[in-house]
T-cell receptor, first 111, second 115 residues
Framework: ELKVEQNPLFLSMQEGKNYTIYCNYSTTSDRLYWYRQDPGKSLESLFVLLSNGAVKQEGRLMASLDTKARLSTLHITAAVHDLSATYFC???????????FGKGTSLLVTP | DVKVTQSSRYLVKRTGEKVFLECVQDMDHENMFWYRQDPGLGLRLIYF???????EKGDIPEGYSVSREKKERFSLILESASTNQTSMYLCASSYLGQGWNQPQHFGDGTRLSIL
């Protein structure tokens, strides 16, 4: 069974600081997805990472994938309040169908 | 833009009722999914479908069934609702095959309360 673990689960950080969210998974996969969820809203796709060494950046967020270590990171640079949300990573268990989601990291950016 | 529409944002039902949650997507996606989301547990897959009339169990199918009579529509059915099925239900869709590099697209969710 594919297990996906995120840490931390809760993160409070000051505006302007940098931080990294980690996503570990238990079996081989070369497809990993990051989503953002605002309170009361649905999930919005942020990044799709498809191969070892893949790096994607959008604004203050940068995601990377190391398939050998079974690890993805979501790095936040110079955080702003608008980044406050819950971030999920999800891994495709090579079925081409379903994704296994982590429990999410609830991020709060404070002044 | 992909649009995944769930029929209700909020729904209140009574224990023992048969409950239908409807989901429609407009992007001709082959795959459709039903998840439930609970605090501290993340998203858990209930059922998915990769074609009309096809369905596969996810991680927590007990107490649920699904129906996919048309490609664009995927229904989740709670046969006899119980209080432990109070949750947020999310529908998603995606392409099959070469669309593996595409993310799943989610609806806005249905917050279901069983009294």
């Amino acid at each position: 069974e594919l297990k996906v673990e995120q840490n931390p689960l809760f993160l409070s950080m000051q505006e302007g600081k940098n931080y990294t969210i980690y996503c570990n998974y238990s079996t081989t996969s070369d497809r990993l997805y990051w989503y953002r969820q605002d309170p009361g809203k649905s999930l919005e796709s942020l990044f799709v990472l498809l191969s070892n060494g893949a790096v994607k950046q959008e604004g203050r967020l940068m995601a990377s994938l190391d398939t050998k270590a079974r690890l993805s990171t979501l790095h936040i640079t110079a955080a702003v309040h608008d980044l406050s949300a819950t971030y999920f990573c999800a891994v495709d268990a090579n079925s081409g169908y379903a994704l296994n989601f982590g429990k999410g990291t609830s991020l709060l950016v404070t002044p | 833009d992909v649009k995944v529409t769930q029929s209700s944002r909020y729904l209140v039902k009574r224990t023992g009722e048969k409950v239908f949650l409807e989901c429609v997507q407009d992007m001709d996606h082959e795959n459709m999914f039903w998840y439930r989301q609970d605090p501290g547990l993340g998203l858990r897959l209930i059922y998915f479908s990769y074609d009309v009339k096809m369905k596969e169990k996810g991680d927590i199918p007990e107490g649920y069934s699904v129906s996919r009579e048309k490609k664009e529509r995927f229904s989740l059915i709670l046969e006899s609702a119980s209080t432990n099925q109070t949750s947020m239900y999310l529908c998603a869709s995606s392409y099959l095959g070469q669309g593996w590099n595409q993310p799943q697209h989610f609806g806005d969710g249905t917050r279901l309360s069983i009294l």
